[in-house]
């Protein structure tokens, strides 16, 4: 019976099988997703599913709260500011690997790489809810050119790090595939559009900055400085480092089993560097940020509620955060860094937030306040993206060295 049994030889996966139903039969695959997060993340993406349905053949109107006044409201300040913010850390860390040769950084930037390649392609959709007719997205770009346009500039930088994105990307999706000879060619390309792409963020994350400066007087004192392009450029940054120190200890705690012991151990050390940048950049935006505040004699509105709100975005959320980088690294207690870089990303959710909506139009009686259908669908395409970057992970090298390909 024993060499009858090892005589037999196991039935031949497809390609589909192998590749995507990662050595499973469908049916086993199928199987293998009803799970108690699966059917929440498949709820909410139904949901918003039907609401976009909602949303692109009923109008704007349909399904949010936007007026005349208020124009600007949940999808531009959430999914599009803070989402181009929190997918800084992409451009932070492959600088820090190919450009200044860091490569204590090299297990993470792949990770890094792909939440910022995620992260700036959701904006895009998030941004599609808000314009509308999706199809005319390159317009602006190709046939009717507004060269002095804000948002001219951001559309092309946004569309031109998109790609140089997807081509750093590119070495673990041709690794995946098993395609050697176009690998080696990506690879060769890495430092190449991480300059470019570079380039293109230091623009498109000020020019983000640089739309507000058209509304000295929509925007509350205490936000709009002449420095607004600088602050959201330095925070990006702060942003990025955050998100890259979260999406880090995520990645190991869901994905221990692609990284091991050893990868555990050399992520909090990692994690210490990246608290020690995280504190010099903090701080940095908080004394840039303090300069603003002085130039716009911002002690004249303290006490009030936005001057008491303000207060709390720059004293919880970002001095804070930079006491609890520099201590943590300092100390080498990991758990204060992680703390900080939590406390990281909530701030610049905070601030995007606070400049694309609260201190927006601070002096109309008639405020705005996002429909749920807008919560809603913002929540489908955050959890969208979490899939997405699963499957990936899940499928490609990114957390681990593919054993049939060099480091890059």
């Known amino acids: 019976m024993s060499a009858t049994l090892v005589g037999k030889s196991l039935p031949k996966r497809s390609w589909v099988e192998e590749k995507i139903f990662m050595g499973q039969s469908f049916s086993e695959y199928l199987a293998s997703l009803v799970t108690p997060f699966n059917i929440v993340a498949g709820l909410i993406v139904l949901a918003g599913f039907v609401l976009a349905v909602q949303r692109f053949t009923l109008g704007i109107g349909a399904t949010t ?196 012991a050893d990868g555990h151990h050399k992520l909090d050390k990692l994690t210490l560097s990246l608290g020690k940048a995280a504190a010099v950049v903090a701080f940095t935006y908080f004394g840039i940020k303090t300069i603003g505040f002085m130039h716009a004699q911002g002690y004249q509105y303290l006490g009030t509620p936005m001057g008491n709100w303000y207060l709390v975005e720059m004293l919880g959320f970002v001095l804070l955060p930079c006491a609890l980088f520099f201590v943590g690294a300092s100390s080498g207690r990991v758990g204060l860094v992680r703390t900080g870089a939590v406390l990281g990303v909530l701030g610049i959710v905070l601030n995007r937030v606070n400049v694309s909506m609260i201190a927006f139009n601070w002096q109309e009686s008639e405020r705005y306040i996002p429909r749920w259908s807008e919560f809603v669908i913002t929540l489908a395409i955050v959890t969208l993206a979490v899939l997405t970057y699963r499957w990936i992970v899940n499928r490609m090298p990114i957390l681990y060295q593919h054993p049939d390909f060099d480091a890059e």
């Open 65 to 260: 709260n936007l007026n005349d006044t208020n124009p600007w409201g949940l999808w531009i300040g959430f999914d599009v500011m803070t989402g181009v913010a929190l997918a800084a850390g992409g451009y932070t860390i492959a600088t820090s690997v190919y450009i200044f040769k860091l490569k204590e950084f090299q297990s993470i930037v792949r990770p890094a790489i792909l939440t910022g390649f995620l992260g700036y392609a959701f904006v895009v959709i998030g941004l599609c809810f808000d314009l509308g007719r999706p199809w005319r997205l390159p317009y602006p770009m190709v046939v009717s050119a507004g060269v002095t346009s804000v948002m001219f500039l951001v559309g092309w930088h946004v569309a031109l790090y998109l790609t140089c994105q997807f081509v750093e990307f590119s070495p673990a999706l041709f690794e995946w595939l098993g395609w050697k000879r176009v690998r080696a060619w990506a690879a060769r390309l890495a430092l190449g559009t991480t300059v470019f792409g570079v380039m293109l963020s230091t623009l498109h994350q000020s020019a983000l900055g640089g739309l507000f400066l058209l509304a000295p007087t929509k925007l509350h004192p205490l936000w709009w400085s002449p420095l607004i392009p600088l602050f959201f450029f330095v925070s990006s940054i702060m942003a990025g480092l955050s998100m890259v120190i979260v999406e880090s200890t995520l990645s190991h705690k869901f994905f221990a089993h692609q990284v091991g």
